[in-house]
T-cell receptor
Framework: GNSVTQMEGPVTLSEEAFLTINCTYT??????LFWYVQYPGEGLQLLLK?????DKGSNKGFEATYRKETTSFHLEKGSVQVSDSAVYFC????????????FGTGTRLKVLA | NAGVMQNPRHLVRRRGQEARLRCSPM?????VYWYRQLPEEGLKFMVY????????ESGMPKERFSAEFPKEGPSILRIQQVVRGDSAAYFC?????????????FGDGTRLSIL
């Protein structure tokens, strides 16, 4: 079946530290991959996406590369800020047209000043 | 605001009452999805609707839950005779199509609390 596994949180970092949040997936087809961010009390916002192998999604200093050989889509940022504190969700759309996004359980990031 | 609009943001109900959650998709979007997020968990797909049609309700409990997306007006998720276990955040998303290059855009959710 299709599934997404994220590293457990919370992840606590100091400002300007390097961030990696691991995400691996299982899919039977050719999935599209997404990272969503959820700030406290808000909905999910699309952070970045990649629709095929070797694509790199990037936005607001965050980036993730779709690696088919390791079935991974790790989220990275070179220098985090306090305002990046949020819950990050990795998600998968198994194949085009299935619409049933499959979400990981989320990783809470806390950035300390 | 051209985003997905959900209301109310917070809803409190007593056991046995009905809960009605509304979602207006982004302008130009005709596909609506409802997800449920239990505390400390990811989102779980419930139902996918297009105007006047339920396309897939495989993630929705068979009893007490229903959804609609009428020709005019918002999509409604309705929960009858609520129980404590219905307490969760309910998110609506919309997209232009159901293709992967048209990602789903989410609303801020309705947080339902059952007393």
């Amino acid at each position: 079946g299709n599934s997404v596994t994220q590293m457990e949180g919370p992840v606590t970092l100091s400002e300007e530290a390097f961030l990696t949040i691991n995400c691996t997936y299982t899919a039977t087809g050719y999935p599209s991959l997404f990272w969503y961010v959820q700030y406290p009390g808000e909905g999910l916002q699309l952070l970045l996406k990649a629709t095929k192998a070797d694509d790199k999604g990037s936005n607001k200093g965050f980036e993730a590369t779709y690696r088919k050989e390791t079935t991974s889509f790790h989220l990275e940022k070179g220098s985090v800020q306090v305002s990046d504190s949020a819950v990050y969700f990795c998600a998968l759309d198994p194949t085009s047209g299935t619409y049933k996004y499959i979400f990981g359980t989320g990783t809470r990031l806390k950035v300390l000043a | 605001n051209a985003g997905v609009m959900q209301n109310p943001r917070h809803l409190v109900r007593r056991r046995g009452q009905e809960a009605r959650l509304r979602c207006s998709p982004m302008k130009g979007h005709s596909h609506v999805y409802w997800y449920r997020q239990l505390p400390e968990e990811g989102l779980k797909f419930m139902v996918y609707l297009q105007k006047e049609n339920i396309i897939d309700e495989s993630g929705m409990p068979k009893e007490r839950f229903s959804a609609e997306f009428p020709k005019e007006g918002p999509s409604i998720l309705r929960i009858q005779q609520v129980v404590r276990g219905d307490s969760a955040a309910y998110f609506c998303a919309s997209s232009q199509t159901d293709m992967s290059n048209q990602p789903q855009h989410f609303g801020d959710g309705t947080r339902l609390s059952i007393l």
